[in-house]
């Protein structure tokens, strides 16, 4: 059996990158991959599954500008939902265009071996070693990308569960608080406000 692979009808668990700086580092890390540096990038500051991502052709993204989106059709849900393309994303497929030269018709994260997309599980491998590379501890997977999407907004920013919910989806902030998971630290740490 392999290891980290969920039994039939159970699921592990990943978690978001937690710290600004673990990020950076990560982002510094891929500074000579320009495809995975996008895919990370993109990930990050969209929420959306990787699947998703993964789906995209170059001709569906390359003349889009800071500010303009996508409209998609979520492959899990099929409910619809956007790709925004803020100014670190066009930053990162601005260099991943210049560097790589690609073919309009690519796909936009393309296998260096089959010219198919890159493959969900190989893209889990490549989180997975990133966090590693960084000595981050926990399990971390693709999934990793959409949840610290939407942890950095709650945390760093802010963002409300109801606001979030709509973005990933879900059926209910309930499904939002539990996906992002609530570690003991934040709940002690509304202890400490005085009334």
């Known amino acids: 059996m392999k290891t980290n692979h969920p039994i039939k009808g159970s699921s592990i668990r990943v978690e978001p990158i937690r710290r600004l700086e673990d990020i950076k580092a990560i982002k510094k890390l891929l500074r000579d991959s320009p495809r995975d540096l996008l895919l990370f990038t993109m990930g990050i500051n969209n929420g959306l599954r990787i699947g998703d ?7 569906d993204v390359q003349h889009l500008r800071p ?5 998609i059709k979520e492959q899990k849900t099929g409910k619809h939902n956007v790709l925004l393309i803020n100014k670190t994303v066009h930053k990162a497929m601005a260099n991943y265009m210049e560097k790589l030269c690609p073919d ?3 796909y936009l994260f393309k296998s260096r071996k089959s ?4 493959s969900v599980e190989h893209a889990n491998r490549m989180v997975k070693n990133w966090c590693r590379q960084i000595n981050l501890r926990g399990n971390y ?3 990793t990308l959409r949840k610290t999407f939407g942890y950095i907004q709650r945390v760093h920013y802010g963002v ?3 606001l979030l919910c709509k973005r990933f989806n879900h059926s209910s902030s309930s499904v939002t608080m539990r996906y ?15 009334i």
């Open 53 to 59: 991502l993964l789906r995209l052709k170059v001709e």
């Open 180 to 194: 992002l998971g609530i570690e003991e630290s934040e709940v002690n740490d509304i202890l400490m406000n005085e």
């Open 141 to 143: 997977g693709t999934h």
């Open 115 to 118: 010219g198919r997309a890159i």
């Open 160 to 162: 409300g569960y109801e």
């Open 67 to 71: 500010n303009e989106y996508l409209r």
């Open 104 to 106: 309009s018709a690519d």
